[in-house]
């Protein structure tokens, strides 16, 4: 069991480095028993994702935090998993101290054992000082991110700031030129896996708990994908045609290309993407779904070097952003991102949407989506195209429905909102 706090620390000390923790962890695990796995899994997710309140009570019981990052963050894994696990104390504790060895740290395994045994004996205490912490740390929250959600979202931060911290649902979107959801929800009862109708998507279906793909009736057959109610709902805000020409424009790993064929095969789809690796993803997908649409390796922002130069009628532009919606899935979000970045990545939104609305047939429309919280990223983006646009030019569509929060500009829904990630959504059409 050491060796499993071991892989879960190396993990998050990987993170600290920089690292995404998708890219960090799966490499750990592997010498693990597959028993240990989820365990480790858990703790890199938990500490990350409680990495705010971990830290402040973990300076409080240190003078100065260990070097090298994986000491004090083999710290954070024994604190989170005496608040936040079912393993009994005395277990965490000394396996936790057992990991030091196994990180080749074996000098720093009595500070560890001191450390976490001074906490059990002042926890009444310790969380008390915790509750007189900054509202950030107590939210799990970098202080910037926090200062930004209070600013856009002052009505809804507590919540908001809550929802991050939870585990996300397993949500899926079921095929719907193989079968209606009714039958699909009927099949998984089957394989005795609870589940529900999502209430926004149509095709969406929410798992009470989550599993591995493989226990999905028919995922190898494209019945159904893995995707969150919130991503869904891009299929649902546009009026699909058979024969229209479609870019997505940053496509992979393929969720929305699929959601959009799959409710209209007949497009003449194309899904682009700069990352060669990744666009391999695509490719897969389609092929398990059994669908068609070209897939090619390019740079949104510079269509001369991947453009034919005949327009098209719709584009799905998912721009790179902060992610900061999507939290509660990705929690090493929270240490990757600085507050500086926002405006680089505003910078870049900016670009593709001015690069790729030329290339939008006239009646055409352009979708505008990201996974972030932030104005700055959303509606401020779309405000300020449209000020750099002639009026007759562009139109903003307005999109109904119940879900989300209605804006000036398009539709933000905040993560936890009917249990769906945080995402925003805004349709512009180039008139006729």
Known sequence: MAKTRASAARAVAAV?????????????????????????QE?????????EPLAFLADGLLKARPKPNEVFALVLVGLYQLLHTRVPEHAAVHATVEAAAVLKAQRMGGLINAVLRVFMREKEARLALLEQAEPAVQHALPRWLWTRIQQDWPDD????????????????????????????????????LSAEATRHARYGIRLQHAVAVERLPGFADGDVSVQDEAAQLCAQVLDLQAGMRVLDACAAPGGKTLALLEQQPGLAMLALDDDAERLQRVDENLARAGLAAKTQV???????TWWD????????????????????????????????????????????LKALWPLLAPGGRLLYMTCSLLREENEAR?????????????????????????????????????????????LLEKPA
Request: net charge neutral; glycine share 8%.
């Open 298 to 304: 390019g740079d949104a922002a510079r269509p001369e």
């Open 157 to 192: 931060a507590q919540n908001v700031a809550e929802a991050l911290r939870q585990h996300a649902p397993m949500s899926l979107r079921v095929n719907a030129a193989h079968g209606s959801r009714e039958t699909y929800l009927a099949r998984l009862q089957q394989a005795e």
């Open 16 to 40: 600290l480095s920089g690292r995404s923790l998708s890219d960090a962890l799966p490499p750990l695990l592997q010498p693990l028993a597959v028993r240990d796995r989820a365990l480790a």
């Open 43 to 51: 703790l890199a997710y938990g500490v990350l994702r409680e990495f």
């Open 382 to 426: 779309i405000a300020a195209f449209l000020a750099t646009m002639p009026q007759a030019q562009v139109k903003v569509v307005t999109l109904t429905g119940d879900w989300g929060r209605t804006l000036a500009h398009g539709r933000q829904i905040l993560a936890g909102d009917d249990g769906m990630d945080g995402f925003y959504y805004a």
């Open 309 to 352: 130069g005949q327009p098209f009628e719709l584009i799905l532009l998912d721009a790179p952003c902060s992610a900061t919606g999507v939290i509660r899935r990705h929690p090493d979000i929270k240490r990757l991102r600085r507050a500086e970045d926002i405006a680089q990545l505003a910078t870049q939104q900016d670009r593709l």
